[in-house]
């Protein structure tokens, strides 16, 4: 079992900022890389970032120049630095993981979510 947890979620003004957090825990014998989705209301979830563990990174064209993923190893957690945030970056944020459990079982792992609500 793999356990996501995640923080950092909470109400912002407009041009805000936040910080989440997500830590990996459990029986991880190697992690590939680590993600973040957001599902806001109305909307399907979808990737906005993510990092593998040798230092690739991803964004979608809506969060680049706003968000900055970044992982620490050592510690199994990523995190999402999100500035200039918009009424628009309103949404549930999940945290997701690829995982090898043991050497050759591969597990795709999901936090419970952290909600950012960015509003006047």
């Known amino acids: 079992q793999v356990q996501l947890v995640e923080s950092g979620g909470d109400l912002v003004q407009p041009g805000g900022s936040l910080r989440l957090s997500c830590a990996a825990s459990g029986s991880i014998f190697s992690l590939l890389g680590m993600g973040w989705y957001r599902q806001g209301p109305g909307k399907q979830r979808e990737l906005i970032a993510r990092i593998s563990t040798d230092g690739q990174i991803n964004y979608i064209e809506a969060v680049k120049g706003r968000f900055t993923i970044s992982m620490d190893n050592a510690k199994n957690t990523v995190y999402l630095q999100m500035n200039s945030l918009k009424p628009e970056d309103t949404a549930v944020y999940y945290c997701?993981?690829?995982?090898?459990?043991?050497?050759?079982?591969?597990?795709?792992?999901w936090g419970q979510g952290t909600e950012v609500t960015v509003s006047s």
């Open positions: 997701n993981a690829d995982v090898f459990v043991t050497q050759t079982q591969f597990l795709n792992a």
